[in-house]
């Protein structure tokens, strides 16, 4: 058992589970019936996205393609996963990991500059069995 991150509307891997989309906004142009057979999200969880404040850092840094940039943005984004009900999601996914196969993903090309890095790492600091 294990989570997994992903990237929502990527091939879905063998035994991957319920796939969440901790993103913003549902994808664009799609009907919401399709989200899960187009592999977007089984579930959207936009409690694990960052606020519009701090995506418009994260976007920032990747387009000054700027260390100091994605820094402002790693630290904003981990003081939102700090308040309570953000830190009690991450303390249940890494719970469920041990339990039950999961994903939980974001649209970004990559991983190295999206939120879904820093959840990565998240949730292995509280544990999590990530595979």
């Known amino acids: 058992m294990s989570v997994r991150i992903v990237r929502l509307g ?3 891997a063998s035994g991957e589970g319920l796939r969440i989309g901790t993103v913003r ?10 989200f899960a ?8 969880y936009p409690n694990l996205a960052p606020s ?17 940039a ?14 309570p009900d953000a830190s009690r999601s991450l303390d249940l996914l890494a719970a469920l990991s041990h339990h ?10 990559d991983e190295a500059h999206c939120h879904r ?3 990565r790492e998240l949730l292995a600091e509280r544990g999590a069995d990530i595979a």
């Open 52 to 68: 519009a404040e701090t995506m418009k850092l994260g976007q920032a840094a990747q387009s000054d393609d700027s260390e100091q």
């Open 37 to 44: 057979s187009q592999d977007y999200y089984d579930v959207w």
């Open 100 to 109: 039950a196969n999961v994903s939980v993903g974001c649209y970004c090309d």
């Open 117 to 119: 890095s820093v959840l």
């Open 10 to 12: 990527s091939a879905r």
């Open 25 to 34: 906004r549902p994808p664009r142009g799609v009907p919401k019936e399709q």
């Open 70 to 83: 994605w820094k402002a943005f790693v630290r904003a984004f981990r003081r939102e996963m700090s308040l």
